[in-house]
């Protein structure tokens, strides 16, 4: 009986250890406020990243919806993974990250950054074409806007699986225009 119960043991956490490439559904950021406005669902169409020197993952995705009163609204996700958690040998503490997350909005009115932190799982190895990844318990807040944005976030979590292609040349090029968009708009635009 004793045999029965450590295969049935030994099974449950071989099946756990496999279940690496789970699913968190689309991308979503939730206010954490009780009450606040609907989770937000960004639609990133495009993503790309490149693996860099110091050993870090750099990602860019990218979405473009049309304003309820007109205009375009552009959302930007900039991540950079830091560490890949390896399962029974990273120690994960409550206080530990792995990424850093600026998400920032584009308006007809103006635009806002959001800053903040959480895990990434990646589910594709370092030399792949294409990644595809999860943002895990991740954290943002605002921490920078032009004169005319509204924060209808407040602080908030994101979770959601993204996907990305490898291209060193986009992820520096799209990550350098974002934000001297963000910086040029936020200075223009002083109330």
């Given at each position: 009986m004793k045999q029965r119960n450590v295969i049935a043991l030994a099974l449950l956490i071989i099946a756990t250890g496999l279940s690496g490439c789970k699913s968190f559904g689309p991308m979503r950021i939730k206010p954490v406020k009780p009450g606040s406005a609907a989770t937000l669902r960004p639609k990133f169409t495009r993503g790309y990243f490149r693996f860099s020197r110091d050993q870090a993952y750099h990602f860019i995705l990218l979405a473009k919806t049309k304003a309820p009163n007109g205009g375009t609204v552009r959302q930007v996700m900039i991540l950079r993974v830091f560490w890949k958690p390896i399962p029974g040998v990273t120690p994960i503490l409550s206080t530990a990250?792995?990424?850093?997350?600026?998400?920032?909005?584009?308006t007809p009115n103006g635009c806002g950054m959001y800053q903040g932190a959480g895990f990434v799982r990646l589910h594709d190895g370092r030399h792949a074409r294409?990644?595809?990844a999860s943002l895990v318990d991740g954290d943002i807040r605002l921490t920078g806007a032009s004169g005319?944005?509204?924060?209808?976030?407040?602080?908030?979590?994101i979770t959601g699986d993204f996907e990305a292609i490898r291209s060193v040349?986009?992820?520096l090029t799209l990550t350098l225009r974002t934000k001297r968009q963000?910086?040029?708009a936020t200075l223009a635009n002083r109330p």
């Amino acid at each position: 009986m004793k045999q029965r119960n450590v295969i049935a043991l030994a099974l449950l956490i071989i099946a756990t250890g496999l279940s690496g490439c789970k699913s968190f559904g689309p991308m979503r950021i939730k206010p954490v406020k009780p009450g606040s406005a609907a989770t937000l669902r960004p639609k990133f169409t495009r993503g790309y990243f490149r693996f860099s020197r110091d050993q870090a993952y750099h990602f860019i995705l990218l979405a473009k919806t049309k304003a309820p009163n007109g205009g375009t609204v552009r959302q930007v996700m900039i991540l950079r993974v830091f560490w890949k958690p390896i399962p029974g040998v990273t120690p994960i503490l409550s206080t530990a990250i792995n990424a850093t997350i600026r998400y920032l909005i584009f308006t007809p009115n103006g635009c806002g950054m959001y800053q903040g932190a959480g895990f990434v799982r990646l589910h594709d190895g370092r030399h792949a074409r294409q990644m595809h990844a999860s943002l895990v318990d991740g954290d943002i807040r605002l921490t920078g806007a032009s004169g005319y944005f509204t924060d209808a976030l407040g602080p908030s979590r994101i979770t959601g699986d993204f996907e990305a292609i490898r291209s060193v040349e986009k992820t520096l090029t799209l990550t350098l225009r974002t934000k001297r968009q963000f910086f040029a708009a936020t200075l223009a635009n002083r109330p």
